[in-house]
């Protein structure tokens, strides 16, 4: 009988050194965000660099909603699993942190073994945005208590001022996007934004991340943008959802001979 797979064992400290020395404004991280261990062996197969979980995935495969629907146990055993199976460093995205402490936080996201994480300013719980203080405050006693653990977070602040229904000014943005910054975020992550003379303004304020979208701005560009982080959010499991229900389709309709499809010349290429 074959032994199980021993959990790869991450050193954080490490990790978090190389994840962060992958955010280069000009010559960008490219993240194919991944939701469970299957995904993360993949994308490491692919020749990523590091390994970053999506929520609007990650909740779903677990059977859930998105925004603030995930219970932290749930979030924390998936990046936990995703971890175990990878060498590469692991950024998970964990919405609004779940209204942990920031010690709390970090013991769990180091328990899960990724170095990183988004903390998006959207207060799921009483509506709209959290304060910008209040958010900054968070981030430095966050980056504080990674610290003291003895690793430094990367920590991805996510700007939700752009979000489709609720979108506030783009000076607004920026003023989040500053504080964060000086508060010890790493990256901050306007989402999206799609504008090029905004996106310009965020990089002149240091690391960001753009989410990249097919038929917008071309991914070079956006490097020559000077755009540190990019990453394409639930893309790649919408896409592998959309090929799921195509094959299903096509298995349930059959051809004229009584045949179903043929997968082979695909699967065995």
Not at 62 to 82: K, Q, S, W
Not at 108 to 129: I, K, P, Q
Not at 153 to 178: C, M, Q, T, Y
Request: charge should be negative; proline fraction near 6%.
């Amino acid at each position: 009988m074959n032994e199980p797979t021993k959990p790869f064992v991450h050193d954080l400290a490490v990790d978090a050194a190389k994840l962060r020395k992958l955010h280069v404004p000009g010559n960008p991280l490219i993240l194919a965000n991944v939701w469970d261990p299957t995904s993360a062996r993949v994308v490491e197969a692919a020749g990523m660099s590091a390994i970053a979980t999506a929520s609007n995935a990650l909740a779903p495969v677990n059977g859930y909603e998105d925004h603030g629907h995930l219970p932290p146990d749930v979030a924390f055993g998936a990046t936990r699993r995703i971890a175990d199976v990878v060498t590469l460093p692991v950024t998970a995205d964990l919405e609004d942190g779940y209204g942990l402490s920031p010690k709390e936080f970090v013991d769990r996201l180091a328990e899960s073994g990724a170095c990183g994480a988004n903390l998006e300013d959207s207060d799921y719980r009483a509506g709209g945005l959290v304060d910008i203080g209040r958010q900054a405050e968070r981030i430095t006693a966050i980056k504080a208590a990674a610290r003291a653990r003895g690793f430094d977070a990367v920590i991805n602040a996510r700007v939700d001022v752009h979000f489709p229904g609720r979108e506030r000014s783009l000076d607004e943005g920026l003023k989040r996007a500053r504080s964060y910054l000086e508060a010890g975020a790493d990256c901050v992550y306007p989402i999206f934004l799609s504008e090029p003379s905004a996106i310009r303004q965020y990089v002149a304020l240091g690391p960001t991340n753009i989410v990249y979208a097919p038929g917008s701005i071309a991914l070079a560009e956006l490097g020559r943008m000077g755009v540190a982080r990019i990453s394409v959010g639930p893309m790649l499991f919408r896409l592998l959802l959309k090929r799921l229900a195509a094959a299903t389709d096509a298995l349930r309709r059959l051809d004229d001979a009584g045949m179903g499809p043929d997968w082979n010349a695909e699967l065995w290429k």
